[in-house]
């Protein structure tokens, strides 16, 4: 057990909605990191917050966006919804910016 | 740009067989490498690390060493049990724009049979 928690564990849903993640970090954890887990794409980091800031952007699409909260927790909103969106996303903590980075069990979003 | 290359999978063993998992990395400045494994229907756990050049990161059994001259930290183990069947990334983390950019390989998958 890593100290990450995401929730739900599965997700299923239709295209052109709009759906929300949410991960916990460990206790202590500023930085929260997001990943896309797909068969064709691998594993591609979408975004990272540290401190309730956003710090860096990977390969995440416009009609994705996330954001920490003041209690550390983050949320990923996916809208807009496209078979294509259907994937495992894993958020990962860490205690700084520098700090290896520690991965929850992932949210199998499924698209129908 | 900073990528990482591991061998093609499926790797299929017999228990007690001898694993190698083929990685090696392009990057600028310095990388720490890591090696994670995901177990079927979990998240991604860090396997073993290694921060700097002929640094040896050891964890369950397995080993890997970071070899700056051959820009490889291949995994191995000496004698794989069926619990050892995952999925292996090896990795690379580099301190690029203020923060730590973490660069997965597409992924090992290994099966060990009884």
């Known amino acids: 057990d890593s100290g990450v928690t995401q929730t739900p564990k599965h997700l299923i849903t239709a295209t052109g909605q709009r759906v929300t993640l949410r991960c916990s970090p460990r206790?202590?954890?500023?930085?929260v990191y997001w990943y896309q887990q797909s068969l064709d794409q691998g594993l591609q980091f979408l975004i990272h917050?540290?401190?309730?800031?956003?710090?860096a952007k990977g390969n995440i699409l416009e009609r994705f966006s996330a954001q920490q909260f003041p209690d550390l927790h983050s949320e990923l909103n996916l809208s807009s919804l496209e078979l294509g969106d259907s994937a495992l996303y894993f958020c990962?903590?860490?205690?700084?910016?520098?700090?290896?980075?520690?991965f929850g069990p992932g949210t199998r979003l499924t698209v129908l | 740009g900073d990528s990482v290359t591991q061998m093609e999978g499926p790797v299929t063993l017999s228990e007690e067989a001898f694993l190698t998992i083929n990685c090696t990395y392009t990057a600028t400045g310095y990388p720490s490498l890591f090696w994670y494994v995901q177990y079927p229907g979990e998240g991604l756990q860090l396997l073993l690390k290694?921060?700097?050049?002929?640094d040896k990161g050891s964890n369950k059994g397995f080993e890997a060493t970071y070899r700056k001259e051959t820009t490889s930290f291949h995994l191995e183990k000496g004698s794989v049990q069926v619990s050892d069947s995952a999925v292996y990334f090896c990795a690379l983390i580099i301190f690029s724009g203020g923060y730590n950019k973490l660069i997965f390989g597409a992924g090992t998958r290994l099966a060990v049979h009884p």
């Open positions: 290694a921060t700097k050049a002929d």
């Open positions: 917050y540290y401190n309730g800031e956003e710090r």
């Open positions: 990962a903590s860490s205690k700084d910016r520098t700090n290896e980075q520690f």
């Open positions: 206790s202590g954890d500023l930085s």
